[in-house]
């Protein structure tokens, strides 16, 4: 394979890129090799090493919203690509991030949240305001004794590797704020990500593990799966579910747990909390995510309503799968229903207003000839505003039965006789973290 050859340049924009295109080209003597000013969104590039400068760039960003596949199969490619930057460049109203997450197995209260943000806070209002650097490493880390620690440290340039060939499949360093991360294996079955700070004195590690596939909003589709979850809003959840093992020494305390643990590449588009100047699609009036584990399912959810949008659509995307093997991951709107429970007037209510605090959610998932997961996941909170934004670490608690219709119609199968419709399953437990933006005043 030819992969050595690279070319790399200061651009003027501040963006170096090695970029090495492979395939065809790369077989003829002399190599093609490509340099681009931007993030080469559409390319064949097998291989990159991105330099993200710490200020904002001008100009309209292009995003990627669909990648290539084929059949129901990621290759090797797609599936890097997906852990790549998703916009060409870096302008004052998009955004794009690595998420990673992890909640104690043992106990919910314990949990560990990492983001490598590449964004402004005009783009996304939860940044600190007062930052120039648009690359910033955030932290929440949360105490089974209730204590809650956010702290985030602004980095001055960020190098993102990944590709076939390159030295790390899919990799991330902030510098030199001491936060990093690394896929271990090219199918991206294992991660670490490392912190390494002294000026928030956290050092430690987080691994995720899992052989679990990407979910995608709306599954994989032929010759082109699409990332765009709902309009200017794209998410690609690397790892659905991993299993995740924390252990890092934060300002003299030990933080070490096993649980379920998340990676994904978050929504991009803008979020304003002033969308009065905005077309509605671009605006949130609501959005429940969260992913756990209950039992032996991995499920992870997605709801989402625009504001002012006249087609009152509910977007959503829905992943469950049993001991490694997907069930559902589709972002068809019957199959998932996502509501809060609490007080009917100010937590409960749906479509939901800013400053709402529900209890908890209720989930509902087809599974199809599988029945019906239905779950609670209630918590603590470990982040949020207060106000529009919350994330809380918790517990899920639930059960997979058939939908009465199914009862009846499979006892009828039998000749209406005898009930031979599975029973309810025993109730089912697990860790989850979730969390709600509600801008809608
Ligand atoms: C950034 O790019 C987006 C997408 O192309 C565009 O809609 C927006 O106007 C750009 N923002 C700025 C400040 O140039
Ligand atoms: C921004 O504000 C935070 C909190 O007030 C402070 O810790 C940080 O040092 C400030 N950053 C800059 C660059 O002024
Ligand atoms: C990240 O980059 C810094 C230099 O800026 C380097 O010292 C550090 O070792 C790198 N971390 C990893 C995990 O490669
Ligand atoms: C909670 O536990 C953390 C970590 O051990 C410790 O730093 C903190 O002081 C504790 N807080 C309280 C209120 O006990
Ligand atoms: C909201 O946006 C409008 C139009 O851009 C502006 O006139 C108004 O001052 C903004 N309001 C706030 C609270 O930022
Ligand atoms: C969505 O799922 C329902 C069953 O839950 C099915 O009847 C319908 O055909 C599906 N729609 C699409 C577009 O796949
Ligand atoms: C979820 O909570 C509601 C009360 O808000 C309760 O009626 C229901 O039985 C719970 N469901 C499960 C699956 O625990």
């Not at 919203?65 to 059949?71: H, M, Q, S």
């Not at 679990?212 to 082109?224: A, M, N, R």
């Not at 994904?264 to 803008?270: L, S, Y």
Request: hydrophobic share 40%.
């Amino acid at each position: 394979m030819l992969f050595e050859a690279s070319l790399t340049r200061v651009l003027s924009s501040g963006l170096i890129i090695t970029s090495i295109l492979a395939g065809k080209a790369s077989a003829l003597p002399g190599r093609t090799v490509t340099t681009r000013t931007k993030v080469p969104l559409d390319s064949t590039a097998h291989s990159w090493t991105y330099v993200i400068p710490s200020h904002v760039q001008d100009g309209a960003a292009r995003v990627r919203f669909d990648i290539p596949t084929t059949g129901s199969k990621l290759d090797t490619q797609a599936l890097l690509t997906l852990d790549s930057p998703q916009l060409s460049i870096l302008n004052s109203s998009v955004f794009d991030w690595w998420y990673f997450d992890a909640v104690s197995a043992q106990d919910p209260r314990e949990s560990l949240t990492v983001t490598f943000f590449t964004a402004t806070a005009a783009a996304f209002p939860w940044l600190p305001s007062n930052e120039s650097s648009v690359l910033i490493a955030y932290l929440w880390i949360s105490f089974a004794n209730g204590t809650i620690l956010e702290e985030y440290v602004p980095a001055t340039i960020a190098t993102v590797v990944g590709g076939q060939g390159a030295s790390s499949p899919s990799s991330g360093n902030w510098s030199s704020t001491g936060f990093s991360w690394a896929a271990l294996k090219d199918d991206l079955s294992a991660y670490e990500v490392i912190i390494s700070s002294e000026k928030l004195q956290v050092e430690g590690r987080f691994s995720l593990t899992s052989t679990l596939g990407p979910h995608l909003p709306c599954g994989i589709t032929s010759e082109s799966t699409t990332l765009e979850f709902a309009p200017h809003i794209g998410w690609a959840a690397l790892k659905p579910n991993a299993v995740g093992q924390v252990d890092i020494n934060v300002k003299g305390s030990r933080l070490q747990f096993q649980g379920p643990a998340y990676h994904d590449k978050r929504p991009r588009a803008k979020i304003r909390k002033n969308w009065s100047d905005r077309p509605f699609a671009e605006s949130v009036q609501s959005w429940y995510w969260g992913h756990g584990q209950i039992g032996p399912y991995s499920v992870v959810w997605f709801s989402y309503l625009a504001l002012d949008d006249p087609s009152q659509t509910t977007y959503v995307s829905s992943y469950v799968a049993r001991d490694g093997q997907v069930l559902v991951s589709s972002c068809n709107s019957t199959v998932l229903t996502v509501r809060p429970i609490g007080d009917p007037e100010t937590g409960a209510r749906y479509p939901p207003l800013a400053g709402d605090i529900p209890d908890g959610f209720h989930l509902q998932f087809d599974l199809g000839e599988e029945g019906w997961l239905r779950a609670n996941v209630s918590g603590t909170r470990i982040a949020g505003d207060g106000k529009y934004y919350f994330r809380w670490a918790g517990t899920m608690t639930g059960e997979v039965s058939q939908s009465e219709a199914e009862r009846s119609q499979n006892a009828c199968d039998a000749g209406c006789s005898s009930i031979t419709a599975r029973d309810a399953e025993s109730v089912l437990t697990g860790s989850a973290i979730f969390e709600q933006f509600v801008l809608a005043e």
